[in-house]
Structures are given as C-alpha cells and as structure tokens.
C-alpha cells in the first residue's frame, strides 16, 4: 500500500493535575488551543477529529463532540476511541492514517481524562467485576505485582532495584512543569512507603491524574510550508491483546513485543537509534519489561540496565524524560497523546532543563487495559524522528 | 445463616459430602486445547465440542496481598496466579492462608488445592461463594 509520510505539525497539552482546577471538556479545549497556536494554522484546515478518552468516565457520550462544537470545529469527520489508558495514543494513530492513507491533508488526535471527578475517583483501577479475575478482586496493582513477585523470583532483582526506577523518573520530573509531582525521592522513601500490592509500594504505582492533551499531523508538504521544525511520525503502530489461559510469561509483555516489531520495522530503525523513550510506566515493573521488551537489554536484565545507568540521561537510551506516569500521573486517555507532545518538543529540541541531547529518535508507548486471558487489551507505539 | 450467591455454577463444582471442591475446564474436542472457565466457542478452531474436566491441584506461579481492594472486597487480599501442568491452564484466584503468614506459607512453586468460599460481599451483606486456593494439605 502507498503510504503518504505524515508529519506532527502542532502540539499541546495542559498540566497534568492530581485535580484539574477545570472540567473535562475544558482540558480538552485548552489542549486544541494550544495546539493549533503551536501549528500556526486556523482550526478549520482541521480535516479529521479523534478524541481518546477513557470508557465514558466524563460521563457523557460523544465526548469529543461536546469538547470541539463550542470552539467552532465541527463539520468534519469525528470520532470518540477508547482503549483504556491507549485512548489518546490512538486518536493520534487516527489522525496519522487518515493522513497517510490520503483521506484528508491536516487531522488531529486528543485525548483527554479527568480521573479526579469521574466515578473511578478514590480507588485503585480494576478489571471489570464480570471478568472472573475482576470479580475475585485482582486490581491492575495487584496484575503488576505479581508480574513484580514473579520477576523477582527468576531474576538478579530486588524490590530496591524496583525502586530506581521511581527515583529516576521523579528526578527527570523535577525539571518537567507539566508534571503533576516533582520533588525528588529517594530508594528509602520509596521502600518505606505504604505497601499497595505486594512488592510495589505506592511510590511505584503511578497516581490517578487529570489532563488533556492535541496533537496535528500533516502531510510533509503542509508541514514544509508552515516552516516549523519538522518532525516525522516514522512508525503508528497499533495492536491488540490475544486471548490465552496458559502459562503465559508473566515477565515479559508479550503484546509490547509484537507492537515494538512492527514499529522497529515500519520506521526502518532499530533500538541503538533510539534516544529516549516514555513508555507506560504506570508501575515501576513496567519499566525493566519494556526495556526488554524494546530490545535495550535482554530478558531478565531489566534491574541491571537501570543500576548501571543504561536508561537515564548519559546512558544508552533515557526512558521516561518528562518523568513517566509515575511522576506526571497517569490520566489515563490523556497520557497516551501526552507522550506524544513530548516527544514532539524533545525533537525539536525545546525541552528545556529535561532536553535529552541530539534528540534523533523518539519512541512513545501506552498498553491498556485488564482484560482476562490478554496480556494487555491494546498496545499503541509511535516512533517520532527528526 | 447469611445469605449467600454461588458465582457461575458452572465455574466450579462442590462435591456433596467427602470430596474436595475442583475446577470444571474445558478440553477442546476440535484442537485439543484446554480452557478455563467455560467458553461458547474454542478462540483457537471455533469448535464448540467440549469434554468437563475437573482441576484438583496445581502449582503456585505468582501471587501478591493486595493492600488497596476493590469495593466489597477486604484488605489485605490475597491473590495468585495456579498452573495446572498437566491440563496447561492457569487461574487466578484469591487464596487463603493462616492470617499473617503469608510470607511463611506461600512460595512460588508450591502444590496448591482448590477450596471453596466467600470472595467478595455484594451491596445489602448478601455474600459471593467462588473458588479459591489454599496450600494442598
Ligand atoms: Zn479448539
């Protein structure tokens, strides 16, 4: 299939908040604005609408709808996408194959979560109680700690090395205004902190958290004529969960392998041209997974890789730049896009005090999603390059 | 007595009188495969020809105590992951041990047996009845 090259021309997000001073509807459209203004474009060249946000939790239907009709962009094609935490990741994957398909020249993905005043508020996410593993009570910590208890069992690991992984990337936040926590932590604090599920204390588990966030792709040509700086989606890459009762390998992302394979090869690039990457890192396990799972070290090296420095600043590869979901917070549909826009600004190297060194090759990477007999119900991955 | 609901019969099976409670899974008559709980259809050949077979005991692969529980459920929660070797199935499900002795008891490994009992209290006290795990005795 002829694929057009598409290009991320405009990019905005609101803070990330434990509690978001404005509702749902208003992140969304404090993110566009932002967004467009980045863009340099009027809101109608926009062709195509996506809007991520996670299983109605704003309580309404047709969410982007009510984000976008007030702000004068309707009339064009719009659509509400939910997986979970991947919601916002796919709205912009939306955005990119109606550009590079040639349905449309300018598209945008949103997404948008607003965790502190939606019925979820105050508890840990789970699987749905009709699912026989949601209705035993297993959470998405507990789905976690057990791939962490398992982890330690096979591997040269120890809660402590869990624990670097919170520590990095709430000293990476301290440098990221959009984050919603950023005063440094230490191993101790991190150890000695309320048990949630067993091993992982609540330092790492990433925090429930409001935000929205836009991104605009273009066709190469727009982004030219526009004369920002370019940056290119070089992989959008999409998959979904397989269903299996057996013994499936809990420590390692099955679902993550396959969506970074499909990536490495869309893009042409591999794990040594990457240099950073914000992946989901909504707990401290899901970091040593997705090392591996991305092929910057191998199986059961997870530990290793972070306490020789290997996915921090100066090191082969800085995971988790703006601080990850476990120092930003995690609002679910939003975070996929957010990452998106981070990416965006480490390419074009406005990333300040957090800037990440020649910045060439960026991956971003949402799962989500408890379902029973999947790893994991989606997988989103985008590779951003300059 | 309170009252109480059994979580989808068809999920588990208590025997009367001696025997011991089990697992009802499902063998694929079309591929082979074995699956828990009971499905419509095999995801692997769409088959729907399907032989009962009852889990007894398995083998603990993880678990973890959950501190932070959902709604009707109490904390601190118990739950793991059982492989059936023979069968190939694993199931997850809360466990039950001695109170505070879980790091004494539990071992990634260990021989495990289904049992049965409450799982969760629904709204108005009315408790949920389902399959769980102990260490095998
Ligand atoms: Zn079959």
């Not at chain 1, 273009?218 to 992989?235: F, N, P």
């Amino acid at each position: 299939m002829n694929q057009r090259e598409v290009y991320i021309i405009g990019v905005g997000m609101t803070k990330i908040y434990k509690k978001a001073p404005v509702s749902a509807d208003e992140l969304g459209r404090q993110a566009i604005y932002e967004a467009v203004k980045d863009a340099g474009i009027s809101p109608k060249e926009i062709q195509s609408i996506f809007i991520g946000e996670m299983g109605g939790l704003s309580g309404s239907i047709c969410f982007g709808q009510r984000v976008c009709g007030t702000i004068g962009l309707g009339g064009v094609p719009m659509a509400n996408v939910e997986s979970a935490c991947s919601s916002g990741a796919i709205a912009v994957h939306q955005a990119y194959k109606d550009v590079a398909s040639g349905r449309c020249d300018v598209a945008m993905g949103i997404g948008v979560q607003h965790l502190s005043g939606s019925r979820t508020a105050g508890t840990g996410l789970a699987p749905d109680p009709s699912d026989p593993e949601g209705i035993q009570g297993a959470t998405m910590a507990g789905m976690y700690a057990m791939r962490a208890q398992r982890y330690l069992y096979e591997f040269d690991a120890t809660p402590a090395d869990l624990a670097l992984v919170a520590v990095k990337n709430r000293r990476h936040a301290a440098n990221n205004p959009y984050s919603s926590y950023q005063k440094p932590i230490t191993v101790e604090e991190v150890l000695n902190a309320r048990t949630i599920a067993d091993p992982l204390t609540l330092l790492m588990c990433c925090p429930n958290a409001d935000g929205g966030a836009a991104v605009i792709v273009a066709t190469k040509e727009k982004a030219q004529q526009l004369g920002s700086k370019l940056v290119r989606i070089s992989a959008s890459s999409l998959t979904s969960g397989i269903f299996r009762n057996d013994f499936r390998d809990m420590t390692e992302m099955e679902i993550t392998i396959r969506c970074t394979q499909k990536s490495y090869e869309m893009a042409g690039l591999g794990p040594d041209d990457i240099d950073m990457v914000e992946c989901h890192d909504a707990f401290a396990i899901g970091e040593f997974l997705y090392y591996e799972a991305m092929g910057f070290c191998k199986h059961g090296e997870g530990a290793g890789f972070i306490r020789s420095g290997g996915p921090d600043y100066g090191g082969k590869v800085v995971f988790s730049p703006r601080g990850g979901l476990l120092s930003c917070g995690h609002p679910t549909g939003c975070t996929g896009t957010a990452q998106i826009v981070e990416a965006t600004w480490q390419l074009r190297g406005d990333a300040v005090a957090r800037q990440v060194p020649d910045c060439k090759a960026a991956i971003t990477h949402v799962t989500g999603g408890g379902v029973y007999g999947l790893d994991n119900a989606a997988c989103t991955m985008h590779i951003l390059t300059r | 007595m309170e009252e109480q609901v059994i979580y989808h019969p068809d999920f588990f099976a208590i025997p009367e009188g001696e025997g011991k409670p089990y697992l009802i899974a499902f063998h694929c008559a079309g591929c082979g495969k074995t699956w828990f709980p009971i499905l419509p259809y095999c995801p692997s050949c769409w088959s729907n020809q399907f032989e009962k077979i009852a889990l007894h005991t398995g083998k603990l692969y993880t678990y973890t105590v959950q501190n932070t529980p959902q709604a009707g459920v109490k904390a601190p929660l118990l739950f793991g992951f059982v492989d059936f070797p023979e069968e190939g199935v694993r199931v997850g499900a809360q466990i039950e041990v001695e109170a505070g002795k879980v790091k004494e008891q539990l071992k990634i490994g260990m021989e495990m047996q289904v049992i049965a009992g409450p799982i969760r209290e629904e709204k108005g006290g009315k408790q949920v009845i389902s399959y769980k795990f102990m260490p095998a005795v």
